[in-house]
């Protein structure tokens, strides 16, 4: 009995321990796994004129730039048309006085239409065809602008009109009517008269009654200038335009702008009649080439007018100056001379004159352009034309199309090498002429007769050398040598180089 109740106690104790032990549970099903998020919208992109450096126009490059957005008080536009100003060549090589820091991107007016309306914006309207002003940054497919410097275009206006309008007609306008004063009976001076504010000036002074203009700008633009108002066009690059000014009005003129600086200052300063005055605009005289000259900015300065208050009460003249960019904080003046200048297009007084209209990828050579003073009337940039190729015979366009020439270092170090290459022939050519003489006398020497009979029997020797000689002489020309010692002709007159350089210089002014 104890026995089978100990084993009763056992088995019950065992039972226990097995349900006691736990029970492993069947794995579970993973999870599935969550969706990815969606991917964001790439956001948009526009292509865009940047100005990656101070330099030459390999500097300017059309990238892919994130697309603005209008703000409280902007405009969304797409651009149509770009106006391009002698300034942004000066910011390009780190002349002007606004520079920014690069990158960034150029361009202060442009003609477009509306894409989108920010907030508190009124007056304006989706798909309204407009104007636009700006510090910088219009180099772009799209622009954000604030409405206050948006301006609606008149029906009959093209883009390109549009956007050659604003800075040239603008900047002439305040030059002669708040400036200068320009009433009936007086006479004006207009520098670079085929360039866009020449040409704008022009076109303004002829809608004051009886104004004599004279304008300067070389012979194959005189027909175009004076078709559009210039009654006296002088050609400053065979002409002293200051002589001939007095020759025909002894007295000066009572007005005259000036965007040279440097000693056409001092110039224009000495052509004004009493009561006369001289409006400054820029420091065109400052470029020179593609890159900055440091020479030619030194003479500028140098050349500059310094006056005194005193010298202008004794002469009753006076100077003054003007540029368009440092008049941001007047946006209501500069709305009122701009809304007189469209009702002038309107009435058919006023009309810009287009001189050529480029891709963005074009923005070098439409520089070249300005640069080289070849345009008549205004440079376009477009971003939606497409790049051509230059027509034949055209001048090739400069960096980055064309490779640059060799500095004055490098052409002096190879015409030094190339005349050490020709000192060496010489040395090689006398010491060949030593030879031959040499067997020319043992060749003329009499001989025996019996080593005479053996020499007929033997087969004539050659005379390699003596026909190189006759190749190598001495006598040659200087071309010829040249050509023997491998030296290219073209690198041989240096200061011929130099001095095209000289007059190709003086023609680009």
Known sequence: ????????????????????????EPEKAAAPAEPAPPAEPAEPTVRTIVLTGHGGYDKLSVQQKPQPKAGKG????????????FSELMVRQGLHDRMT?????????????????????????VGQNVICLAQTGMWREIVAVPATNVFIMPEEMSYEEGAAIPLSYLT?????????????????????AAGGVGWAATQLAKTVDNVTIFGTASASKHDAIKENGVDHPIDYRTRDYAEEIKNISPKGVDVVLDPLGGADTSKGLQLLRPMGKIVTYGSANMVKG??????????????????????LVKTNKAIAGF????????????????????????????????????AFEQVAEAMQQMNERRNIGKVILSPEKEPTKPAEGDAAPTSPLKKKKPSLFRRLSKRASRSKDEGEKKD?????????????????????????????????????????????????????????????????????EEKADGDASQEAN
Do not use: C
């Open 1 to 24: 009995m104890a026995e089978g109740g100990d084993a009763a106690t056992v088995a019950h104790e065992a039972g226990n321990a097995v349900q006691e032990t736990p029970k492993a």
């Open 101 to 125: 820091k690069p990158p960034v991107v150029l361009g202060m007016e442009a003609a477009g239409v509306i894409e989108e309306l920010g907030e508190d914006v009124s007056g304006l309207e």
């Open 428 to 496: 090689e050519v006398k010491q060949t002429e030593e030879k031959v003489d040499e067997a020319v006398k043992q060749e003329e020497a009499p001989t025996e007769p019996a080593a005479q009979e053996e020499k007929k029997d033997e087969a004539p020797a050659e005379e390699p050398e003596k026909i190189e000689v006759a190749v190598e002489n001495p006598a040659e020309t200087d071309d010829a040598k040249a050509a023997a010692a491998d030296v290219v002709p073209d690198d041989k007159p240096v200061e011929n």
């Open 172 to 192: 002439a306008y305040f030059m002669l009517f708040d400036f200068g004063n320009l009433r009936p009976g007086k006479s004006l001076l207009v520098h670079i």
């Open 74 to 85: 902007e405009v969304l536009v797409r651009v149509k048309a770009a106006g391009l100003n």
């Open 290 to 311: 593609e890159n900055r000259n440091l020479m030619k900015m030194a003479k500028t300065l140098w050349q500059s007018t310094s006056v005194s208050p005193v010298s």
């Open 323 to 358: 540029q368009l960019a440092h008049l941001t904080g007047e946006i209501e003046l500069v709305r009122s001379a701009f809304q007189d200048i469209l009702n002038m297009y309107k009435d058919g007084k006023i009309k810009p004159r287009i001189d050529s209209v480029w």
